[in-house]
């Protein structure tokens, strides 16, 4: 008798291709695991620019995200969902908070899509993740759905110099005269070739729990 596969739909919205890069390691270790893997991206109306093009303007989109500004999104692709056991919930962190498109998303569409679910959140972030989290779960409350674990993946860099390299990076401006200062201490943006081997690693593990149905006890309470 044939056992059906288990399919894992990945709902996520990526900013600067960091997320996206962790994904598409994490999917290859669900797929060498023997997990389908489904995709939906969240798309905005009208992207945010990146990089934005001057201080003024990054400035301006950090404080628009601490203050937890919606970016409207096309609708995604609800039914995708119907036939999956397991959904990936993955984006950056903004600002303390889950991105401006995965705002929206949970205020529209992440109920009806999610209703009954296992989730399991994937979050890059700067070190500030908790809020994205506790936000994320509080939206849906009442929908029936069952939290896993997050995989959290920090950006490696210290945390002052990694926010002054995410600012910078938004920005698309480097001053010169403190660019061997400021590469000394935050060589990198994003994330290391070591988190996104790990991120491998951690998708076959998943694969290998939800084949052998031992996901219990990463469920949150």
Known sequence: MSVKQKRVL???YSFSSQTNNLLVSFSQGLEEGGIIVEWEQLKPIAPPPFPAGSYLNALKMMVLAFFKNRVAIEPPDIKKSDTCDL???AGPTWSYHPSGPMLAFLDNYA???FQGQLVQPVISCRCYWRLHLWEMKNALRGAGIRFLKPKVFPHPSP???????????LAGKMPKSCRSL?????PRFGHSPQQIDAAKDIGRILANRLLEGSLKGEILE
């Open 111 to 113: 109920v009806e899509m």
């Open 87 to 89: 959904i990936v919930c």
């Open 159 to 169: 945390g002052v110099w990694c926010a002054l390299g995410i600012f910078l990076k």
């Open 182 to 186: 400021f590469l000394s201490h935050c």
């Open 10 to 12: 990945i709902v996520y």
